[in-house]
């Protein structure tokens, strides 16, 4: 999207950040964009507090600049900024959501609209009280054409949030049709993984044991199938098929990344098969 800018894949949203603000701040700082007096101030401040690492009060310097120049050029990005800050250094995600609002309102065709729009659903994910709030954002947001590169993410954030609400329908229908129509997308796997999972949270194993056994064997070597692995022993424990989840479970030994509980369900396994325990 034009002047939108795409974070780096693999990149952490802190160190995206941290880039962003290496090169924000310098022209800041000049007052390329013509702030004088006053604004050079607090975008030096907040430079020097930035780099000293005094999150708070960078931020709000950022917003108080904000706040002085509304029609400057600067401002969008210093709102951009303090609401990253607070999003992910900070970590106060009232300010942080009410920051991205702002520049959204504000800015409905700047350049950080879709991007703060993005983030405060990333902010919304994270209490129980407002995911339903985030799976609305998503939503939104895939109806963009702006968004068009985003939307496999998008569709995949819209079928887990989906799940995480207890719709499991509705989340295997959104996850479908992110595999028909991105049968080879990166979130492929998460999401087959995902359509088991909501089986077996549902109790219904044996539809779980399917998807789990045909991931595995889709991506095999992949985390995600190790994961499936593992969830195809736990169904047939849940099953009452013992020898075969013992079996599964040994089959995971020196593959699954967190070794100790494979020796505890495998020891668990033999004790409950020793005293005839279904």
Not at 71 to 77: W, Y
Not at 78 to 101: F, G, M, T
Not at 135 to 145: G, H
């Amino acid at each position: 999207m034009p002047g939108r800018r795409a974070h780096p894949r693999g990149w952490g949203p802190a160190l995206v950040l941290m880039l962003v603000l290496a090169l924000v701040l310098p022209a800041l700082f000049l007052a390329g964009c013509g702030v004088q007096g006053e604004g050079d101030r607090l975008a030096a401040q907040a430079r020097a507090l930035w780099e000293a690492g005094v999150y708070g009060d960078a931020a709000r310097n950022f917003v108080t600049l904000a706040d002085l120049y509304p029609n400057s050029p600067l401002a969008e990005e210093s709102l951009y900024l303090a609401a990253s800050l607070y999003h992910h250094y900070i970590r106060d995600s009232e300010q942080a959501a009410r920051l991205y609002q702002n520049l959204a309102v504000s800015f409905p065709k700047g350049q950080y609209f879709f991007e703060a729009r993005e983030n405060l659903a990333m902010v919304y994910e994270d209490s129980d009280h407002s995911r339903h709030r985030a799976l609305q954002i998503y939503q939104q947001l895939l109806l963009a054409p702006e968004m068009a590169g985003r939307a496999d993410y998008l569709r995949f954030k819209i079928g887990e949030l989906n799940l995480q609400l207890g719709k499991m329908d509705q989340a295997r229908l959104e996850f479908r049709d992110l595999l028909i129509k991105r049968p080879n997308s990166k979130f492929a796997p998460k999401t087959y993984y995902l359509v088991g999972y909501s089986y077996y949270l549902e109790k219904r194993f044996n539809l779980a044991l399917a998807v789990f056994r045909g991931t595995a064997r889709k991506f095999p070597g992949t985390p995600i199938a190790i994961r499936s692995e593992f969830f195809v022993a736990d169904t047939l424990e849940d099953q009452g098929k013992m020898k075969l989840a013992l079996k599964s479970f040994r089959a995971l030994k020196n593959r699954y990344p967190f070794p100790d509980i494979i020796k505890r369900r495998i020891r668990t396994l033999r004790a409950r098969i020793r005293r005839g325990v279904r």
